[in-house]
Structures are given as structure tokens and as C-alpha cells.
């Protein structure tokens, strides 16, 4: 297959990758696909490392008592692997660093709305994120992710760069979701009504809602608590004459739809995922859509469920609960809609799909187990035990990372315009669902039996079931970051990408890959095929991928 | 077609399996555990043996209850790590070298007797009330989940494999959408979900309202330990460890003094948030007697996972026992006072409060109101306030009255209390509802 011949009638233009060359060309630009990029670097950087810490607690675990590191340097790691993974890998994860880059070709656009924001944003990004990192310089932080006060504003360690840090990484956030939500209204092409979107675009559409409406309220909580440790107003802290629960109020207003911020992306693009490898239209579209926007809603009205033990009143804990059982509905109708897509589909097995089956079967528990802590008295004693923190993890990791990792093997041959070696990321994708469950599941079980969470030393009951977690975390690792590599190693030695290599429908595989600067040839119709319908495609492009038969008139 | 189906399940039970194995393990695993805390003869047992596990020594686990407190001596040296020697009685804090010894191994008068859990899942039970609510709910939901989750494995697996990309074969046309269906597979998880909600909200309404004649004890939370006021009388006595009688109610009325901590009690299946700025409650009622654990659960900093004690139930009869044991030791140590110390020792500090703070002079103890109202049977009574609410005489409404005197005025008398905000500690006010409630 020579690369030239690509497609025969139109005009080669260079890529957005060879268009410009050069340190600058990348610093400053304001192309989308290349801020995508520089956001998928960092963020796979920041994984890394946050999943290094996350080894060193396990390993710290591995027996009772203290192995390698001391109580407080414990309490620092966890504390350090939770503020990455959440602000730095996964929020950005799919909206910043795949949404920047697939959106606008989805749409058929050149660029977002506000190009010069988007580059803004990545710049907050990486000054908040090298603020935390700093912290861990001057000393590390000790709060836990979550900040709690009136530890956080009592502690002695570096809590004020971690906070400053955080809080510009929301306004990262925010400027993120109001140029997605812009652009998402403003640059649709003609004959794409709100019902003929590719549905990872409902997914970002409502992740951006919740990010531009919660995160300013992450900001002003932050905000009010570096008011409090630098100024000493007392709005939290009880020795001022502040109140310590009101923090958790407002720090889980944000920190609930937080999780939908992660979640619905991900649920959108196995959405998406799972249509194109079955090769069949997605089964209930607007019930996909429609869910991805009630859980958007319904996920602001869910935060008091992480304070049922706190002391807040019993009818607001019953209230809580109630509500909390209403997002489980939209989510359950998700999983049934993917599996009846599967029913009389011609489902290719391809690596992106393998991870999307994964988190159908992840999200699952992640999701079931959810209505244990949703049930009133069983999260009275599930509460701040390993039950929780497996859950979270289920949702977190083996449901949105693993999303992103599928999304990532999806959309890497568009961005990179070079195949990995499918075999192996095939058996690795494997790997990371056995290895997962086996750091995740003897977690359960130790939670319901008890086993409170952040200690760092333990009853030695529980031993043998941190050992099969630890063991099952460094596996998770070692996986993780081969599969990395293998999508590294296909930078220099991959096949060229067709321009389609798994037969989607949607516009972003009617463009070379990688894509030229302005998303299109320019000068030349859009083609917009008809949303997930698959008949006209085969396998047959000269350039080894798929394309629609010539007599089939599929253009729009 | 049929066959297929069966390679299928096969596949499908295998892969749940590899999964379930990898739980299934620590059952065993745990249970071997126990040994080194409760045998007696466990003192030269070396750390290798309790690991190989002979399942015998497993067994006397149940047998000593709270008051055998014979067993101490040869518990206390039962140090399992076996290249090292039990030389340590620290009791004040688990010293970190001993880290592969049992929590019980270092403390001495109750060994714990709930090593060996209630189920699979769950851990030992000190009672069936809230408990059994607690579990009823729990494996409702497992077995849900379970069925839930096979379910759509099987339906994901076998779909995956029936329609799966081969030589000439394309999509089946099939309808894109189904309303019925939909609406079908929306409303019968939101049924399921009504009665899951219902069931853990009437369970937790138990758990969460405390009858009226319960044992109250103020509980403590500080960086890193908890400390239990007993009450006597009028007077008080403190222990490091939770002690509670068999078959009575028992509120635990808790303050934190810095952080935020959480009491947690597994074998009772609850937990509650300690707050420095708010008393919050917890009860329960033990139906086993026994030695169980508190954990906090609440990260509260460097030693979060060391603050841990024990709950003690008490036999029949020998809580006030122990009671009046505690206490006269108590007393032993103000007969070695002399003069007014040996006096002020033995008053309650509640009533030292009451006559030097200032209380006294507005407040009577027998009923006839003075500027203010009287003391005497008003704790637990519903009162009105000038502002036209009213609320029960508690914990809570104390603190307030105390530091924030105009928040809610007794109907009937003037706002002229002034603030004791800066002159009496959390702690004095603690003394002071302890008192009060005994008048």
C-alpha cells in the first residue's frame, strides 16, 4: 500500500504534524490536535508517576507494620497518587488531551471555538500541575486528595502550593468545557441536527456542562481554605470558629460530578467504541444521549452520599440515599443499550475493542457495588473502609482509565498516523483485566470485613489479602507501562495508518491520518456519511483500511 | 449451537473463577491468623507455624470471654515474629518494631475475642439488632450483584463469541431502537432499586435513633487515642478502653479535640464521625459479651492506623463490677491527696466548674429559678426559646448555651448570660454535661 495513494483525488496537503517543525511550532500553537498531543504527553507522564506511588504504597503493604517507608512519607503517597491520578490523569484524560483533538473533526470544523483559551488552558494545566509537584519538593502533603479540614489547615506540611496548584487546574478545567460546549454549539455542520451527533460528543458536551458548573466551586472552596491558612479567617476550622463538616459540603458539590466528569466521557466513547468494532448501529441512541445528560443533572444533587457518617442530619442522609439510587438507573440503561448493540453485530476483535468489552464488565461491578455504599445502613459500615476505596477504583481506573486506554488505542493511528503492533496490545489489554481484579477484588473483602482505609499499618488478618492486591498492583504496572511503550515503539516502527482502519462512520476517519492542519483538504465538501450505519463500508481501501463502495452514494 | 452455548458458560464460570479464587484465598488465610492472640500456649510458637496453620489452634478462639483475664501473662509474650523476643510491654502505643504482632498480643487484661469473622464477608458479630439489619441488607445486595454481574458477563461473552467477526459473515438487520424494551430495562431496576433504598433507610433509622434509657459514656477522640468518661454518681472516672454491659443500650455521647475522627466499631457494624466543634452519638447494644475492636476510620494523620482500642462487653453484672473497681482505684489514688486537695478530689469537676466559674450565682440545683433557669431535672426535657423555637436540653444546646449564650434564651428569662467563649475549654464543658445530666 503506498502512503501517496492514500486518497487518489484529493490534493495531498502535509499533516499537522510535518506542516511545521520546531520546539515553537509546538510551544505556541494553537492548532488543536497539537495541544491534544502536548495534553497526552503530560498526562501519560503524570500517570506514570502517579501510578509509581501507587506501587510504592503497595509495596509498603505488602506486610504489617513498617517496610520502606515511614507513617508520615505513607501518608504523603497516598495522598500525592490520589491528587495526580484525579486532577492530572483522569479528568483531563478523554475532555483535555482526546476531546481537544477528536472534537473539532468530529464536527468537521478546522479548530474549537476559542483556539488561543485552548491553549491557555494547557498552559494552567501544566502550571498547576508542576505546582503539585512542587509540593512534593517542599515536603510533600499529608491531607489525603480530599483536603479535609481542619486537618488540611492545621497540618505543617505543604498544603498551600498543593491547593494553589489544584485550584489552577480547575480554571483549566473550566476554560476546557466552555470552549468544548462552544464549539460543540456553534461549529455543528449542516444535516448534524443535536440527534445526528456521534454520541462521544453528547458524552463531552455533558462532561462539559459539569465541569464549567461545578469546578468553580472547587475553585472558591480552595480558595477559601488557602484564605484561611494564609490570612487566618476562620471558615473552617473550628479553633477559629469555623465549621469543619461545611468543607465537605462544598468540597463533594464538586467532587461528585467530578466523578460523572470522568465517567461520561468514558461511557461516550465505548459508546462509540463498541458501534463501530460490532459493525452495527448503536442500539437506543437518544436513550445513550438522553442518559449522559440525566446523569449530568441528577449528578449535582448526589453529594451528601459521601457524608452519611459525618453528622449530617438523618433526613438529609435519607434524602441523600434516595437520590443516589436515581443515578444508578441512567447508568444500568448504558450497559443494557451496549449489550443489545452486540446482539446479531459482526464484532471485530480489534485491540480498541477488547478494552471496550473490559469496562462493560468493570463498570459493571464498579457500578453494582455502588448501590452497597447507596444503601443507608450497609455504608454505615462499608464507610472509609477497602470496600470504598475498590469501588472507586472500579469506577476510577478499571472503568474511566480503562476508557481512556481503549479511547487512546482507538484514536492513536488518527493522531499519529501509525498502526502499534495489535498482538501484543491484545494480550496486554488482557493482562490489565486480570491483574486488576486481582488488586481490586480481595480489596472488597477486606472492606466488608472491616479494614479501615488509609492505614498504613493493619491487623495482620488482613496480610495475605494486601499481598494478592500488592502482587496484582505490580503486575497492573509493569502491563501499564508496556502498553504505553507499545504505542511508543509504533512511533518508529509502525505500519502507516489508512485513513479508516476500523470502519467508523464518523468524520473523523473521512481524513487522512494523521489529519492535515485544518482537519480537511481544504477547498473541498465535507463528506458526512450517514451516522453509524455500516452496510456500505468494506475492507478494501488501497490503503489497507475501510472506505465506502463507489456505487454505494453514500455521500451526503 | 447448543454445544457452543456450554463452551461458552464454561468459558465464562472459568473467568469468574480465576477471579473468585483470588478472594477465596484469605479465607483460609485469615483464620490461621488467630492463634498467637488467643492460645495460651502460644508463647514459644514461632511465626512460620502459625502461617502452615494447623487448623485446631484455630479453634479455642471463641472461649475466653471478657472476664478472663488469667490468660494476660503468656499472652503478652506471645510476640509471633520468632526471631524476636517479646521483651516489650509497651501499652501506650503499638511500638512500631513489633509490627507482625497481633494488636492483641501487646495488650494484656482482655485478648480480643473477635478474631474469627462471622462470615466470609462479614466480620465477628457483638450483636444481632443493628447487625443483622446491616448483613440482611449486604448479602441481599451481593447475591443481586452477583446474579447481575454473571448476567451480563454471560450475555457479553456469548454475544461477543455468537456474532463475532468470521469469513462472510455481516450485522444481522435488527431494529436500532426499542421502546418497550427500554422502558422495560428502566423500570425494573428503578423497582429493584425502591426496596433496596427502603430496606437500608428503615435499617439505618434503627441505627441511628437511640432508645431513651441507654448508658451514655462521652467519648473522646484526640490525636492518636480515644478516652471514655464513665459516670458514678456524680462522679467521673476515664479509661483508654471502651467497657459496656451485655444486653443494655449504650449511647456514646463524642467530641474530638483537634481533627476530625470516626468510630468504628466492625463487630457492630457502625461508625460515626467525631467532630471538634459538635458532640455527635453513636449506640448500639451488645448481645455477645466479649472483646472487640475500634478502629477510627477517619484519616486523621501520622499514628491514624495506631488509634485503635478495644470494646469490652461485659458479662451480666460485670460492668458495674468493673465499675466499681475502676473507681475505687480511682479513690485509692485521692486517699493519697491531703487537705482541700484530697477534698477537691473527690468532687466532681462538673460541680468545681459550677461553683467557681460563675454558674452558681444564676443557676440553682433545686428547682427555684434565679436569673437564669435551674438545673435541677432539665436535662433531656423539650424547652421553648425566646426566639419561638424550642429543642431538648442536650449536649449540644449546653455547648451552645455556653459559648453563644444568646443563640437560643430560655422563654420567660432575660438575655443576660454572658459568653464563657475563652473561659471554659471543650473539655470543662464535657465535665460540666456530664454533671448536669446526673442531677
Known amino acids: 500500500m503506498s502512503s501517496e495513494a492514500a486518497t487518489a483525488d484529493s490534493v495531498q496537503e502535509p499533516s499537522y504534524i510535518d506542516v511545521k517543525s520546531g520546539f515553537w511550532s509546538w510551544f505556541v500553537t494553537i492548532d488543536h490536535k497539537r495541544i491534544g498531543v502536548m495534553y497526552l504527553i503530560a498526562i501519560l507522564t503524570a500517570f506514570l508517576l502517579g501510578g509509581f506511588f501507587a506501587l510504592m504504597i503497595r509495596a509498603e503493604l505488602l506486610l504489617p507494620g513498617s517496610q520502606l517507608v515511614t507513617a508520615a512519607t505513607f501518608n504523603k503517597l497516598f495522598t500525592v497518587h490520589g491528587a495526580i491520578m484525579v486532577f492530572l490523569v483522569i479528568i483531563p484524560g478523554i475532555p483535555a488531551a482526546l476531546g481537544n483533538f477528536v472534537v473539532p473533526i468530529l464536527l468537521g470544523a478546522p479548530d474549537v471555538a476559542f483556539p488561543r483559551l485552548n491553549l491557555a488552558s494547557y498552559y494552567l494545566y501544566l502550571s498547576g500541575a508542576l505546582l503539585l509537584i512542587l509540593s512534593l519538593f517542599l515536603g510533600g502533603v499529608d491531607t489525603g486528595w480530599t483536603f479535609y479540614t481542619p486537618y488540611s489547615t492545621t497540618t505543617d506540611t505543604a498544603v498551600v502550593p498543593a491547593v494553589a496548584g489544584a485550584f489552577l487546574l480547575g480554571f483549566s478545567s473550566i476554560f476546557t468545557g466552555l470552549n468544548m460546549i462552544v464549539t460543540i454549539h456553534k461549529f455543528k455542520p449542516k444535516g448534524m441536527g443535536w440527534f445526528k451527533m456521534p454520541l462521544s460528543l453528547w458524552g463531552i458536551y455533558a462532561t462539559s456542562v459539569i465541569q464549567v458548573l461545578a469546578t468553580p466551586v472547587l475553585g472558591l472552596t480552595l480558595l477559601l481554605l488557602f484564605v484561611e491558612r494564609i490570612v487566618g479567617i476562620g471558615i473552617f476550622d473550628p479553633a477559629l470558629g469555623g465549621d469543619p463538616v461545611l468543607f465537605q459540603h462544598f468540597f463533594w458539590f464538586y467532587s461528585h460530578p467530578a466523578v460523572y466528569i470522568m465517567i461520561l466521557p468514558a461511557m461516550a466513547v465505548m459508546s462509540e467504541l463498541i458501534t463501530v468494532f460490532a459493525k452495527k448501529h448503536i442500539f437506543g441512541y437518544s436513550f445513550i444521549a438522553y442518559s449522559s445528560i440525566g446523569l449530568a443533572l441528577l449528578s449535582f444533587l448526589v453529594w451528601g452520599h459521601h457524608m452519611f457518617v459525618s453528622g449530617q442530619s438523618t433526613l438529609a442522609n435519607m434524602v441523600f440515599s434516595a437520590l443516589t439510587f436515581s443515578v444508578a438507573i441512567p447508568s444500568a440503561i448504558k450497559v443494557f443499550n451496549w449489550i443489545a448493540t452486540l446482539y446479531k453485530a459482526d464484532i471485530h476483535l480489534d485491540s480498541p475493542m477488547i478494552w471496550a468489552l473490559m469496562f462493560i464488565l468493570l463498570f459493571a461491578i464498579g457500578g453494582l457495588t455502588g448501590i452497597f455504599l447507596g444503601t443507608l445502613n450497609v455504608d454505615v459500615h462499608l464507610h472509609d473502609t477497602y470496600f470504598v476505596v475498590s469501588h472507586f477504583h472500579y469506577v476510577m481506573m478499571g472503568s474511566a482509565l480503562i476508557a481512556f486506554f481503549g479511547a487512546l488505542h482507538y484514536w492513536w493511528p488518527k493522531m499519529t498516523g501509525k498502526m502499534y503492533a495489535e498482538k501484543p496490545a491484545i494480550i496486554m489489554s488482557l493482562m490489565v483485566f486480570f491483574s486488576f481484579n486481582l488488586t481490586f477484588m480481595p480489596q472488597f473483602v477486606m472492606g466488608s470485613r472491616g479494614m479501615p482505609r488509609r492505614y498504613f499499618d493493619y491487623d495482620p488478618r488482613f496480610e495475605l489479602m494486601h499481598q494478592l492486591s500488592s502482587l496484582g498492583a505490580f503486575i497492573l504496572g509493569v502491563t501499564l507501562f508496556c502498553i504505553i511503550l507499545n504505542l511508543l515503539i509504533s512511533l518508529k516502527t509502525g505500519k502507516k495508518a489508512p485513513a479508516n482502519p476500523w470502519g467508523g462512520t464518523t468524520l473523523e476517519w473521512q481524513t487522512s491520518s494523521p489529519p492535515p492542519l485544518y482537519n480537511f483538504p481544504v477547498g473541498q465538501p465535507i463528506p458526512l456519511p450517514e451516522l453509524y450505519e455500516y452496510d456500505g463500508l468494506s475492507k478494501d481501501a488501497e490503503d489497507g483500511g475501510w472506505q465506502y463502495k463507489k456505487d454505494a452514494g453514500n455521500e451526503a | ?439
Open chain 2, 1 to 439: 449451537m447448543f454445544r457452543n452455548l456450554i463452551t461458552v458458560l464454561v468459558f465464562t464460570a472459568a473467568t469468574l473463577v480465576a477471579t473468585s479464587v483470588t478472594t477465596a484465598q484469605p479465607a483460609t488465610g485469615t483464620e490461621e491468623a488467630p492463634p498467637t492472640a488467643v492460645a495460651p500456649t502460644a508463647a514459644a510458637q514461632p511465626v512460620a507455624d502459625s502461617a502452615a496453620a494447623p487448623t485446631a489452634a484455630a479453634e479455642p478462639t471463641a472461649a475466653p470471654t471478657a472476664a478472663a483475664e488469667p490468660t494476660a501473662a503468656p499472652t503478652a509474650a506471645a510476640e509471633p515474629t520468632a526471631a524476636k523476643p517479646a521483651g516489650e510491654a509497651d501499652k501506650a502505643e503499638a511500638p512500631k518494631d513489633a509490627k507482625a504482632a497481633e494488636g492483641e498480643a501487646v495488650e494484656e487484661a482482655y485478648p480480643f475475642t473477635d478474631v474469627t469473622p462471622d462470615s466470609y464477608w462479614m466480620p465477628a458479630k457483638a450483636a444481632d439488632g443493628t447487625a443483622n439489619n446491616v448483613d440482611w441488607m449486604f448479602y441481599a445486595i451481593l447475591g443481586l450483584s452477583v446474579f447481575c454481574f454473571f448476567a451480563i458477563t454471560v450475555a457479553v461473552l456469548y454475544l461477543t463469541w455468537r456474532y463475532r467477526h468470521r469469513e462472510g459473515h455481516r450485522a444481522e438487520p435488527s431494529t436500532a431502537h426499542d421502546n418497550v424494551l427500554e422502558v422495560v430495562w428502566t423500570i425494573i431496576p428503578s423497582i429493584i432499586c425502591v426496596f433496596i433504598f427502603i430496606g437500608g433507610w428503615k435499617g439505618y433509622l434503627n441505627m441511628s435513633t437511640a432508645p431513651g434509657d441507654a448508658l451514655e459514656i462521652q467519648t473522646l477522640g484526640q490525636k492518636w487515642n480515644w478516652t471514655f468518661t464513665y459516670s458514678k454518681g456524680l462522679e467521673t472516672i476515664q479509661r483508654p478502653e471502651l467497657h459496656v454491659p451485655v444486653n443494655r443500650p449504650v449511647k456514646l455521647n463524642m467530641r474530638s479535640e483537634d481533627v476530625l475522627h470516626s468510630f468504628y466499631l466492625p463487630s457492630f457494624r457502625i461508625k460515626q464521625d467525631v467532630i471538634p466543634n459538635r458532640y455527635s452519638y453513636l449506640w448500639f447494644e451488645a448481645e455477645t459479651p466479649g472483646v472487640y475492636r475500634v478502629y477510627c476510620a477517619e484519616y486523621c494523620g501520622d499514628a491514624h492506623s495506631d488509634m485503635k482500642t478495644k470494646v469490652v462487653v461485659h458479662e451480666r453484672g460485670g460492668y458495674e463490677k468493673w465499675l466499681n473497681e475502676e473507681y475505687e482505684k480511682d479513690q485509692v489514688d485521692c486517699r493519697e491527696f491531703e487537705g482541700q486537695e484530697r477534698e477537691d478530689c473527690y468532687i466532681s469537676q462538673g460541680q468545681k466548674i459550677y461553683e467557681s466559674k460563675g454558674c452558681k450565682q444564676c443557676h440553682s440545683l433545686d428547682g427555684s429559678a434565679g436569673t437564669g433557669p435551674t438545673f435541677q431535672g432539665m436535662w433531656g426535657q423539650s424547652r421553648s426559646f425566646t426566639n419561638g423555637t424550642s429543642g431538648s436540653v442536650d449536649e449540644n444546646y449546653v455547648r451552645e448555651s455556653v459559648l453563644d449564650p444568646m443563640a437560643k434564651v430560655r422563654a420567660g428569662f432575660s438575655p443576660v448570660m454572658p459568653t464563657f467563649k475563652g473561659k471554659l475549654k471543650d473539655k470543662d464543658i464535657d465535665a460540666l454535661n456530664n454533671w448536669m445530666k446526673a442531677l
